[in-house]
T-cell receptor
Framework: GAVVSQHPSRVICKSGTSVKIECRSL??????MFWYRQFPKQSLMLMAT?????????EQGVEKDKFLINHASLTLSTLTVTSAHPEDSSFYIC??????????FGEGSRLTVL | GENVEQHPSTLSVQEGDSAVIKCTYS??????FPWYKQELGKRPQLIID?????GEKKDQRIAVTLNKTAKHFSLHITETQPEDSAVYFC??????????FGQGTRLTINP
């Protein structure tokens, strides 16, 4: 399997500031990572597919200039929420496809924008 | 793109009884169907999965059935226990390797 670590687990920020979330694949080289967002009592919605060494692929309705994704190495992808607003408050989870096809999730990052 | 529908949204069963959650998907090319259990504030945990070349899979009290013709798959939990209480998500993966989730089912086991 793959061990995926996410940091920070919780972050509180003021409206208008930017927040960076890191996702690390600790024991697996991941050319692709997936970023999901989960609002309270809702399902996981795919935001974007992070591709190592190239641009991320964003799902319809997700603003690429607001949610900046960088996947500079095979073990690290970052999601930066720029100019965060209260409606961006959510649970952000990254994931990695293991070599058997199973999806492994990070611990998740709970963002609260005041 | 793929669309996954999950029912029911909430399910309450007596301890020891069985629970069944059903999902349908739209993309006939989808080939991998996992089920996840998520406890409050935590990441989803894979509990069982099935691939398109298999119709049924069982792991102790948990089983999944897949009907490719009808494009639906179901999760069966037998002899339910209080610790089975959680939110359960089905999902389907397309050829693009993206996993699309159902809306979730909040399962409550009553002692």
């Amino acid at each position: 399997g793959a061990v995926v670590s996410q940091h920070p687990s919780r972050v509180i920020c003021k409206s208008g500031t930017s927040v960076k979330i890191e996702c690390r694949s600790l024991d697996f080289q991941a050319t692709t990572m997936f970023w999901y967002r989960q609002f309270p009592k809702q399902s996981l919605m795919l935001m974007a597919t992070s591709n190592e060494g190239s641009k991320a692929t964003y799902e319809q309705g997700v603003e690429k200039d607001k949610f900046l994704i960088n996947h500079a190495s095979l073990t690290l992808s970052t999601l930066t929420v720029t100019s965060a607003h209260p409606e961006d408050s959510s649970f952000y989870i990254c994931s990695v496809n293991g070599d058997t096809g199973e999806l492994f999730f990070g611990e998740g990052s709970r963002l609260t924008v005041l | 793109g793929e669309n996954v529908e999950q029912h029911p949204s909430t399910l309450s069963v007596q301890e020891g009884d069985s629970a069944v959650i059903k999902c349908t998907y739209s993309d006939s090319a989808s080939n991998y169907f996992p089920w996840y259990k998520q406890e409050l504030g935590k990441r989803p945990q894979l509990i069982i999965d099935v691939r398109s070349n298999v119709g049924e899979k069982k792991d102790q009290r948990i089983a999944v059935t897949l009907n490719k013709t009808a494009k639906h798959f179901s999760l069966h939990i037998t002899e339910t226990q209080p610790e089975d209480s959680a939110v359960y998500f089905c999902a389907a993966r397309t050829g693009a390797q993206k996993l699309v989730f159902g809306q979730g089912t909040r399962l409550t086991i009553n002692p």
